[in-house]
């Protein structure tokens, strides 16, 4: 390869690289806003805003986290925070699943590893909504943006959440919630079928919550089952062509 084109593919991967970091991070700035919550339910289970940021920086589930951390507030026993904490993560098992067949062939072993780490729901949307193959300098990109927002909030949280008014914590709390909706909105104009199954998954959803057989159930196992079931039937009805990978 001539110098010439190395500095083109140079050029190439620090432009991938910025778009990822301009797309994580409004992620990011959502991470923010969101985890203030997680830092007050910190501090209460006697946290200190440093091993609240450790803890967040290490772990980016907000629903496993908030788990984990209750259960450690009522003085639970190892085991009980290991397994509830997979229960409320089990989703992200089913998104690596999707997420690896979108790897190229013969990609490096480092390279999926440092996107499996901080495979959010967010930063697992705008990666898989790109066309072809998953980028991992793009995903680096977003990473970098958005990860330490999570623990910087909730080390924030966590010093000062209890003294903010209530309304404004609940304010932050939805704010990722019309972030990720930001997120699927895009692809849904250009695919009325996905439009569909979103609209279909919100209704089934809303159901599972209030119906009296389903709503005894935890989220996370509502979440596990009702995202096997439309999964499947998705690729039932509308299996995807192998050139459209």
Same mark, same amino acid.
Do not use: N, T
């Given at each position: 390869m001539s110098s010439s084109e190395q500095n083109s593919s140079g050029i190439r991967r620090s432009a991938v690289f910025a778009q990822g970091f301009r797309d994580g991070l409004p992620i990011g700035l959502g991470y923010f806003a969101v985890s203030f919550s997680l830092g007050i339910a910190f501090s209460r289970a006697g946290f200190t805003p440093a091993q609240s940021f450790i803890t967040s920086l290490l772990c980016n589930a907000s629903a496993g986290e908030y788990a984990g951390v209750s259960l450690v507030a009522v003085h639970a026993t190892y085991v009980e925070v290991a397994l509830m904490t997979l229960i409320a993560n089990l989703r992200y098992l089913l998104?690596? #699943? @999707? /997420?690896?067949?979108?790897?190229?062939?013969?990609?490096?072993?480092? !390279?999926?590893?440092? #996107? @499996? /780490?901080?495979?959010?729901?967010?930063?697992?949307?705008?990666?898989? !909504?790109?066309?072809?193959?998953?980028?991992?300098?793009?995903?680096?990109?977003?990473?970098?943006?958005?990860?330490?927002?999570w623990a910087i909030g909730t080390a924030i949280g966590c010093m000062t959440g209890d003294v903010l008014p209530i309304n404004l914590v609940s304010a932050l709390?939805?704010?990722l919630f019309g972030m990720f909706i930001a997120v699927i909105i895009p692809p849904i104009k250009t695919n009325s079928k996905l439009g569909a199954i979103i609209a279909v998954s919100f209704a089934l959803s809303a159901a599972a919550t209030y119906l009296?057989?389903?709503?005894?159930i935890s989220s996370g196992i509502r979440t596990i089952v009702l995202s096997l079931v439309i999964c499947a039937a998705a690729a039932l009805l509308f299996p995807r062509k192998e050139e459209e990978a």
């Open positions: 998104m690596s #699943l @999707a /997420f690896s067949q979108r790897f190229r062939p013969g990609e490096s072993m480092l !390279a999926k590893s440092i #996107l @499996a /780490f901080d495979l959010s729901d967010e930063l697992f949307a705008i990666q898989i !909504a790109r066309a072809g193959y998953i980028d991992p300098v793009y995903g680096y990109g977003a990473i970098l943006a958005a990860w330490p927002f709390s939805v704010a009296p057989v389903f709503s005894a």
